[in-house]
């Protein structure tokens, strides 16, 4: 039996060497548990490796290779630093979401409220369209809402045209957070938060993307990022 934490670095592990071949850094991993140090990671990879989940390669920086998953196999998605809740979306406040079980390890639904780009920013979150099923494990407390991606600019976060993102409802955030932003109350966009003395940078994770640099007051946190889905 895994812990919550120990199951979420396996699979963080896991669709990291899925897309690029690769094991996160422990940075990344620290940064996607949202823990404070890297002994906690050292820890989760020891306790992993003991449980014969990983396999740590001899004379290799990095080198981690998955041996088994958990039975029943988990749900492809990713956790990432915190994401998103847009004013904009202000009349779906109190839609929250509903409570649904259809076998497969999902549990709740959650809105869709349009798009959000992942790109130069622009007025592109609308109104609640759908509600799509994602595993409770993928979720905190409070309330949760899910946009559909658009753009490349935070492809290296590796957060795909396509992808639909899961974002806990908050106006708060830390650096290096994946939040959703809103820009002077009408444009909105995924990006990582920054803090950069009194102004706020917004950082794409494209290098062919500039970071851009606002005054506190034109930018509102809507969000941060808590869970990616991904359709093959």
């Known amino acids: 039996m895994l812990t919550p934490k120990q199951k979420e670095l396996l699979l963080f592990i896991h669709e990291r060497l899925k897309e690029t071949g690769v ?5 990344e991993m620290k940064e996607a548990l949202d823990l404070r140090s890297k002994s906690g990671i050292h820890r989760l990879i020891t306790a992993l490796e003991e449980r014969g989940f990983i396999k740590r390669l001899p004379h290799r920086a990095r080198a981690l290779e998955i041996i088994r998953l958990p039975e ?15 004013a ?10 509903s409570e649904v079980d259809d076998g497969d390890g999902y549990s709740s639904g959650v809105p869709v409220m349009g798009r959000i780009a992942a790109g130069v920013p622009r007025a592109a979150i609308e109104n609640h369209s759908h509600t ?4 409770d494990e993928m ?4 309330e949760h809402f899910a946009l559909e ?7 290296d976060a590796g957060i795909l ?13 830390s650096n290096g957070d994946i939040v959703v932003a809103l820009v002077d109350d009408e444009e909105a966009t995924l990006k990582r938060f920054r803090r950069k003395g009194q102004s706020v940078a917004l950082e794409a994770a494209n290098p062919a993307y500039e970071t851009r640099i606002f ?14 889905l991904r359709r093959y």
């Open 149 to 155: 991606v658009k753009g490349d600019s935070m492809i």
């Open 72 to 86: 029943p196999s988990q749900p492809s998605f990713r956790r990432s630093s915190p994401g998103f809740s847009p």
């Open 215 to 228: 005054g506190p007051d034109r930018i509102r946190i809507q969000g941060r990022l808590v869970g990616l």
């Open 161 to 173: 045209d396509g992808d639909t993102v899961i974002i806990r409802r908050m106006d708060t955030a």
């Open 88 to 97: 904009v979306i202000e009349g779906s406040r109190r839609r929250g979401f």
């Open 139 to 142: 979720l905190a407390s409070g």
């Open 23 to 27: 094991p996160p850094s422990y940075d």
């Open 132 to 135: 799509i099923n994602v595993p």
